[in-house]
């Protein structure tokens, strides 16, 4: 589905992505684990169109979309969960979820799946008319993964879902991302929980700085002595 090609992002004399190249298949949950500064995030907003590549190529679905502008991205399919959450918090909960229809104009299909964001979070369906502000880092992660749900996208993109949240709702949030990946969504996820991610997905990178060092299924990379060392503090 998406597909990236010796992807090269800077920022000015900066390179943070050197020569990047991988896959996400229609389907799966693919991960980017890594440390701080290894170019997790430059990466999905290089594909969003947040930020232009300096070379390489970025294919959707076979079509070139390098450097597109970040609302025709949108309109192909690809919607993003920002790092922190990044909600309108003097709008409501309702209205943070309009806005990630914008580019929508079916009335009953928005509906629908408005109702199928309810059914996922019913904690905001119960908190619909607050202000977003109000809510928990819980409620507002929520809400991120609801509102970028409402553009119906086949890839969803996710940066760093976990950060900043009590453990127990990190596992509620990873058990959703599966159940979302379930109803038929591709997923592209970075995460810092290295081990929560990679018993998550079907099949990761794990980068270092702008570049992939090692890739394969999560479960075979949780058994990598590297990565065991490395990214989850065993000895």
Do not use: H
């Amino acid at each position: 589905m998406l597909e990236l090609r010796d992807l090269r992002v800077s920022y000015g004399a900066i390179e943070a992505v050197k020569g990047l190249s991988l896959s996400v298949p229609k389907g799966k949950i693919v991960a980017l684990v890594g440390a701080n500064g290894a170019g997790k995030s430059t990466t999905l907003r290089a594909i969003s169109g947040l930020i232009k590549a300096k070379s390489g190529k970025i294919l959707f679905e076979g079509k070139d979309i390098t450097n597109w502008p970040a609302q025709k991205v949108v309109r192909l399919g690809i919607s993003m969960v920002p790092e922190g959450r990044r909600v309108f918090p003097d709008l409501t909960v309702y209205e943070n979820l309009l806005l990630g229809a914008f580019t929508r104009t079916d009335k009953a299909a928005i509906a629908r799946d408005l109702e199928a964001v309810y059914q996922l979070f019913p904690r905001l369906k119960e908190r619909r008319g607050q202000l977003a502000g109000t809510l928990s880092g819980g409620e507002q992660q929520m809400l991120a993964v609801g509102r970028a749900l409402m553009s119906d996208p086949v890839l969803l993109m996710m940066d760093e879902p976990s950060l900043g949240l009590a453990p127990v709702l990190v596992q509620e949030i990873f058990a959703l991302i599966k159940r979302i990946n379930e109803s038929g969504k591709t997923i592209l996820l970075i995460e810092q929980n290295a081990r929560a991610a990679l018993e998550l997905c079907d099949y990761a990178y794990v980068l270092e700085t702008g570049v992939v060092a090692l890739e394969g299924p999560g479960k075979e990379l949780l058994r990598d002595d590297r990565v065991r060392k490395v990214y989850l503090g065993e000895q």
